[in-house]
Every structure is written in structure tokens, then in C-alpha cells.
């Protein structure tokens, strides 16, 4: 049996999903990596998406959830972002790809002559398009486990299975391994635990030529035995090789219970692994262990308010979520969050009352632009602490502009053309490496953007300075628009909003606060992107320990 793993044999193990979708595909995959990183391996995970657009940049937030951005600025599906906290690996562009991406890098190809004599067809040049993406960097790790979205029989998944079952082809089951997510409904009506979706669809799988390994079962109860067994025998896997997923409310139990479940021991297995040579790090389990305890049995508790436009569905700011989850799980507190929505709330005042901190997030448009600045004002007069987050931090100006400046009609030129711009679109600016980045209105959309990791300068004595540790930090962005500084920067520090945070050419403000105030910050990039369970971001470390130590000390 071997008993490691060769770097220039990487193991590739496939994640797909039945039934229907949001089953947590993406949460499998990463609690599978990180179990595999606790025993020892390196692993990269990949997400494969269906739709024919080239990223989610330009989808609603009620279409595909929150966009993540990584820090060499990709803009893709929430499930990175997941990878990203449980493993501790930051991801990139070589972690993701969409079926727009495939046909776009095809029809260029093909316009530049490269298929000459050539019809290019959907097998093979579709899937080695697919296969060239998964295997490009195999050799630097031991494991790349794919999560391929959608569900199994959707018509946009038809490449993306004919091409994984290829690589099973062409690698072999000692080097493959296929892990199917279904979901085993309850029907309370007489307590059974159905199987026949699962069996549908594994049937849909074996019609694609492809056998699962393994399956995980997303339950709402236990998983029975003779569920387990029922589903043994008619998707022809052994028992031990049926794995339960059942819900929870703490994410980050998830890791330890597909642990118990015995998740990584049946890969292991299946690769020729032994998993009592390769045993999992006690100083992982003892970490993961300390914070579900955190989480699960709190000494306080605070209420923090979010005032946004996309909260019905919450996944639209599934990052900002889990940042206050990670700093409340650090300081044993626990967070209550409570979603307002800028649109349609008429008395934002009311709303906000009880607040023991408020959030304004990042977005796009005009909708609910006048309630999230009235929030604003309200946490600036009542000494709530206040976090702004791109967006955010652009209204905390506009409206420190507004109702201290005395400038009625300051606003974004984002929203209108007839104002004070006191937010505008910057046409030049420098990023990290000196070089100059041109942009105007008619720019693609995502031309416009300034996307990804960025360096900033702290002023020193500021707060955030005290917050970070450090005089220099990076961040990562997803905005257009920018403070007007060059024309309105000296009036904005006399509202006593101060400029403590700059681009290092001093041309882009970064970060404001106000030195009047118990806790105000706004930041033009997204800290929440870069928050893990295990080390929360130092601005959501801040605020809820704020919080949390005045209420320890009540």
C-alpha cells in the first residue's frame, strides 16, 4: 500500500451534485480540503461553472449570490470564498472558470486560425478546453478536488461531465476518485428517509458514463442505517462509502462532522492512502474544536445591524456574514444580525434602534442610497459604531458633506450629474506596480472596475493603524467610483472625517474615521473577503471586541 503521494501524481477528486441545487457543494469541497490539509497533504480547489457568462461580476446579487473577489482580481462564485476560509489558501484565477470562459478562449482561437481545416465541435475541443483547466497546475499538489456546478442533468452540465469522465479514462481510478452530494428527503408524514432521488440521481450520472465513489447525503435528521444501506445497494457502492451531511446551523462544525463521519479516511482509502500513517493534526482538531465551543456557547452577545438593498437573500453578503461570525467566535460573542433593507424600510430611525453597531455594505445603483446615508447620520450623532464598506464608506463622506459640510447637494456622480461630485469615477490612477490604469464612462463595465488586492498607507496614530499592527496593508477592491480628494479633501477633514488610509501615490483614499467618535471607520475595499475562522480580519476583530468588552464589563 503506498503511504505518500508523489507531487507529479496528483489525486483529482470530482464533486458533483443531484437533486437540485444549493445542496452545499461548495462547503464539501472545502471541509474535504482542509481535512486533507490537516493530514498532511497540499490541495487546490477548483469550481467549474455552467453559465455562459465569463464571471459573475455583472449578475444580480439575487441571481448568484455574492461575488467574491480574489486577490489577483477574479470575480467568482461565493463557493471560493469558502474554499478560501476553510483552507487558508487564498485562490485566483487558475480556481476558476465558466463555461463562457471555455467558448470565449475557443472562438478566439479559432479566429486566429489556430483550428484551420478544423470543425471545432463540442468533443474534443470543448472538453480539452475543460481538461487543460484542470490539470494545469496538477503537479504542484497532491490533491485538486473539482466542484463542477449545477446539477446533474442540466443541459449545460453535459461538457463538463463528458470531460471529467475523460480524465477518469485517462488517469484511472487509482488517481480519480468521483464524490456525488444528493439530498435524502424526510417525510414526516410516516418519519421515512427517502432514496429514491439519490437513486435518480446517480442514474443521471451513470448515463453521463460516470460511477460515484462516494456520497455524501444532505439530510435534515440522522442519516439511518438502512438509508444507508438501501442506498448502498442500489448505487452500487459499498456502505462505508455512503456518507451523511446533515444540516447545521454552525458551519464550522462541518469539517469535524464530515471528520466523525469518516470523509478523509474513505479517501484515503480509495487512493491506497494509509490513514493511520497520514493521521490528522490534533493541533487542527484542538483549533477547530476551541472555536465551535466559542461559537456554540457564548458569554455575550451583541446586535449588529446591516443596511443594505440585497438582504432577502443573505448569500448576496455571504462574506460580511461570516466575518462576524469568525470575530464573534474570537471573542466567545455572539452575533445577532439583523437585516435592513435600505429600499424599502420607511423608518430607518426605528429600525435602527437596539443597534449596538451598523454596517452599511458595498453595492451598485441608486436604490436605498438616502436610508443607508440616514444611517449613517444616525450612528454618527448616537456614537454607534459604524463600519462602511465601499459603498459605505463613499456615503459617510456625502453625508459628512451633506449635513456638517453644509454642501446640500453633495453626492456620486454614479446616481446623478446635477451634484457637488464629491464621489466620481478617478480616469487615471497608479495600482501597486507604478503603472497607469485609464478608464471613462465608456469603458466595459467590468473595464471600469478596480478589482483585487491593493496596497494602503496607514497614517500613523490613526485607529486603524492601532487595528492593523502595521503601517502598510492590502486589501482587496470591487468599485468604480472614488473620493474626490483633490477638490474636496481639505472640507471633508474639517467635518472631522479624516483621510487615513491612501493609496501609496496618495491619489486614491482608502480608508476614513472619525477621532470624535467611539468607533467609525469606512474603507473603501472589502475587508470581509480576507476574514477565516480561524483568524478573523482585524477590522471585525476590532468592532465586535469593541462591543463584546463593554458588554463583559456591564
Same mark, same amino acid.
Given at each position: 500500500?503506498?503511504?505518500?503521494?508523489?507531487?507529479?501524481?496528483?489525486?483529482?477528486?470530482?464533486?458533483?451534485?443531484? #437533486?437540485?441545487?444549493? =445542496? %452545499?457543494?461548495?462547503?464539501?469541497?472545502?471541509?474535504? *480540503?482542509?481535512? +486533507?490539509? @490537516?493530514?498532511?497533504?497540499?490541495?487546490?480547489?477548483?469550481?467549474?461553472?455552467?453559465y455562459i457568462n465569463i464571471d459573475p461580476g455583472t449578475l444580480s446579487p439575487y441571481q448568484h449570490g455574492e461575488v467574491f473577489v480574489t486577490e489577483d482580481g477574479?470575480?467568482?462564485?461565493?463557493?471560493?470564498?469558502?474554499?478560501?476560509?476553510?483552507?487558508?489558501?487564498?485562490?485566483?484565477?487558475?480556481?476558476?472558470?465558466?463555461?463562457?470562459?471555455?467558448?470565449?478562449?475557443?472562438?478566439?482561437?479559432?479566429?486566429?486560425?489556430?483550428?484551420?481545416?478544423?470543425?471545432?465541435?463540442?468533443?474534443?475541443?470543448?472538453?480539452?478546453?475543460?481538461?487543460?483547466?484542470?490539470?494545469?497546475?496538477?503537479?504542484?499538489?497532491?490533491? #485538486?478536488?473539482?466542484? =463542477? %456546478?449545477?446539477?446533474?442533468?442540466?443541459?449545460?452540465? *453535459?461538457?463538463? +461531465?463528458? @470531460?471529467?469522465?475523460?480524465?477518469?479514462?485517462?488517469?484511472?481510478?487509482?488517481?480519480?476518485?468521483?464524490?456525488?452530494?444528493?439530498?435524502?428527503?424526510?417525510?414526516?408524514?410516516?418519519?421515512?428517509?427517502?432514496?429514491?432521488?439519490?437513486?435518480?440521481?446517480?442514474?443521471?450520472?451513470?448515463?453521463?458514463?460516470?460511477?460515484?465513489?462516494?456520497?455524501?447525503?444532505?439530510?435534515?435528521?440522522?442519516?439511518?442505517?438502512?438509508?444507508?444501506?438501501?442506498?448502498?445497494?442500489?448505487?452500487?457502492?459499498?456502505?462505508?462509502?455512503?456518507?451523511?451531511?446533515?444540516?447545521?446551523?454552525?458551519?464550522?462544525?462541518?469539517?469535524?462532522?464530515?471528520?466523525?463521519?469518516?470523509?478523509?479516511?474513505?479517501?484515503?482509502?480509495?487512493?491506497? =492512502?494509509?490513514?493511520?500513517?497520514?493521521?490528522?493534526?490534533?493541533?487542527?482538531?484542538?483549533?477547530?474544536?476551541?472555536?465551535?465551543?466559542?461559537?456554540?456557547?457564548?458569554?455575550?452577545?451583541?446586535?449588529?445591524?446591516?443596511?443594505?438593498?440585497?438582504?432577502?437573500?443573505?448569500?448576496?453578503?455571504?462574506?460580511?456574514?461570516?466575518?462576524?461570525?469568525?470575530?464573534?467566535?474570537?471573542?466567545?460573542?455572539?452575533?445577532?444580525?439583523?437585516?435592513?433593507?435600505?429600499?424599502?424600510?420607511?423608518?430607518?430611525?426605528?429600525?435602527?434602534?437596539?443597534?449596538?453597531?451598523?454596517?452599511?455594505?458595498?453595492?451598485?445603483?441608486?436604490?436605498?442610497?438616502?436610508?443607508?446615508?440616514?444611517?449613517?447620520?444616525?450612528?454618527?450623532?448616537?456614537?454607534?459604531?459604524?463600519?462602511?464598506?465601499?459603498?459605505?464608506?463613499?456615503?459617510?463622506?456625502?453625508?459628512?458633506?451633506?449635513?456638517?459640510g453644509g454642501i446640500e447637494d453633495a453626492n456620486s456622480t454614479e446616481f446623478t450629474r446635477d451634484c457637488s461630485p464629491v464621489i466620481c469615477l478617478m480616469s487615471?490612477?497608479?495600482?501597486?506596480?507604478?503603472?497607469?490604469?485609464?478608464?471613462?464612462?465608456?469603458?466595459?463595465?467590468?473595464?471600469?472596475?478596480?478589482?483585487?488586492?491593493?496596497?494602503?498607507?496607514?497614517?500613523?496614530?490613526?485607529?486603524?493603524?492601532?487595528?492593523?499592527?502595521?503601517?502598510?496593508?492590502?486589501?482587496?477592491?470591487?468599485?468604480?467610483?472614488?473620493?474626490?480628494?483633490?477638490?474636496?479633501?481639505?472640507?471633508?477633514?474639517?467635518?472631522?472625517?479624516?483621510?487615513?488610509?491612501?493609496?501609496?501615490?496618495?491619489?486614491?483614499?482608502?480608508?476614513?474615521?472619525?477621532?470624535?467618535?467611539?468607533?467609525?471607520?469606512?474603507?473603501?475595499?472589502?475587508?470581509?473577503?480576507?476574514?477565516?475562522?480561524?483568524?478573523?480580519?482585524?477590522?471585525?476583530?476590532?468592532?465586535?471586541?469593541?462591543?463584546?468588552?463593554?458588554?463583559?464589563?456591564?
Amino acid at each position: 500500500m503506498n503511504d505518500f503521494l508523489y507531487v507529479d501524481e496528483p489525486r483529482y477528486i470530482f464533486i458533483t451534485g443531484g #437533486v437540485m441545487s444549493s =445542496l %452545499g457543494k461548495g462547503l464539501s469541497a472545502a471541509c474535504l *480540503g482542509a481535512l +486533507l490539509q @490537516a493530514r498532511g497533504f497540499s490541495v487546490c480547489i477548483k469550481k467549474l461553472d455552467l453559465y455562459i457568462n465569463i464571471d459573475p461580476g455583472t449578475l444580480s446579487p439575487y441571481q448568484h449570490g455574492e461575488v467574491f473577489v480574489t486577490e489577483d482580481g477574479t470575480e467568482a462564485d461565493l463557493d471560493l470564498g469558502h474554499y478560501e476560509r476553510y483552507t487558508g489558501q487564498n485562490t485566483g484565477k487558475q480556481n476558476y472558470l465558466t463555461a463562457g470562459v471555455v467558448y470565449s478562449n475557443l472562438i478566439q482561437k479559432e479566429r486566429r486560425g489556430e483550428y484551420l481545416g478544423v470543425t471545432v465541435q463540442v468533443i474534443p475541443h470543448v472538453t480539452d478546453e475543460i481538461k487543460r483547466f484542470i490539470t494545469q497546475d496538477g503537479g504542484l499538489f497532491d490533491f #485538486v478536488i473539482i466542484e =463542477l %456546478g449545477g446539477t446533474v442533468g442540466d443541459i449545460e452540465g *453535459g461538457p463538463f +461531465l463528458e @470531460a471529467v469522465r475523460q480524465l477518469r479514462n485517462e488517469f484511472g481510478q487509482p488517481q480519480t476518485m468521483f464524490v456525488h452530494l444528493t439530498y435524502v428527503p424526510n417525510m414526516r408524514a410516516t418519519n421515512e428517509q427517502k432514496t429514491k432521488p439519490t437513486q435518480h440521481s446517480v442514474k443521471d450520472l451513470l448515463h453521463a458514463g460516470i460511477q460515484p465513489d462516494l456520497i455524501l447525503c444532505r439530510t435534515e435528521l440522522t442519516l439511518q442505517e438502512s438509508t444507508k444501506r438501501k442506498i448502498s445497494l442500489f448505487c452500487n457502492i459499498p456502505p462505508d462509502d455512503v456518507i451523511a451531511a446533515q444540516d447545521e446551523t454552525n458551519l464550522y462544525k462541518l469539517p469535524l462532522n464530515y471528520s466523525k463521519e469518516g470523509l478523509d479516511e474513505r479517501v484515503c482509502l480509495h487512493f491506497g =492512502l494509509s490513514h493511520k500513517r497520514h493521521k490528522i493534526s490534533e493541533d487542527w482538531l484542538q483549533k477547530w474544536q476551541v472555536l465551535n465551543a466559542s461559537l456554540e456557547r457564548p458569554l455575550a452577545e451583541v446586535n449588529v445591524v446591516i443596511v443594505g438593498k440585497y438582504v432577502e437573500m443573505e448569500d448576496s453578503y455571504k462574506s460580511l456574514k461570516e466575518a462576524l461570525v469568525h470575530a464573534g467566535g474570537k471573542h466567545k460573542t455572539k452575533v445577532n444580525i439583523k437585516w435592513c433593507n435600505a429600499e424599502t424600510t420607511v423608518d430607518i430611525v426605528e429600525a435602527l434602534k437596539g443597534a449596538e453597531a451598523i454596517i452599511v455594505p458595498g453595492g451598485f445603483g441608486n436604490r436605498g442610497i438616502e436610508n443607508k446615508i440616514n444611517a449613517i447620520r444616525y450612528a454618527r450623532e448616537n456614537n454607534v459604531p459604524f463600519l462602511g464598506i465601499c459603498l459605505g464608506m463613499q456615503l459617510a463622506i456625502v453625508e459628512a458633506m451633506r449635513n456638517i459640510g453644509g454642501i446640500e447637494d453633495a453626492n456620486s456622480t454614479e446616481f446623478t450629474r446635477d451634484c457637488s461630485p464629491v464621489i466620481c469615477l478617478m480616469s487615471e490612477w497608479n495600482d501597486d506596480g507604478g503603472n497607469t490604469v485609464v478608464r471613462s464612462e465608456e469603458s466595459d463595465i467590468g473595464g471600469t472596475m478596480r478589482l483585487g488586492a491593493y496596497k494602503c498607507q496607514l497614517l500613523e496614530g490613526s485607529l486603524v493603524e492601532d487595528v492593523y499592527g502595521v503601517s502598510i496593508i492590502s486589501e482587496r477592491h470591487r468599485h468604480r467610483y472614488e473620493f474626490n480628494s483633490r477638490r474636496f479633501g481639505e472640507k471633508l477633514e474639517q467635518t472631522g472625517t479624516f483621510m487615513v488610509g491612501k493609496s501609496p501615490d496618495g491619489s486614491l483614499v482608502e480608508i476614513v474615521e472619525r477621532r470624535d467618535h467611539t468607533w467609525f471607520v469606512g474603507v473603501q475595499f472589502h475587508p470581509e473577503f480576507k476574514s477565516k475562522p480561524l483568524s478573523p480580519h482585524p477590522l471585525f476583530d476590532s468592532l465586535i471586541g469593541k462591543i463584546a468588552k463593554k458588554q463583559f464589563l456591564l
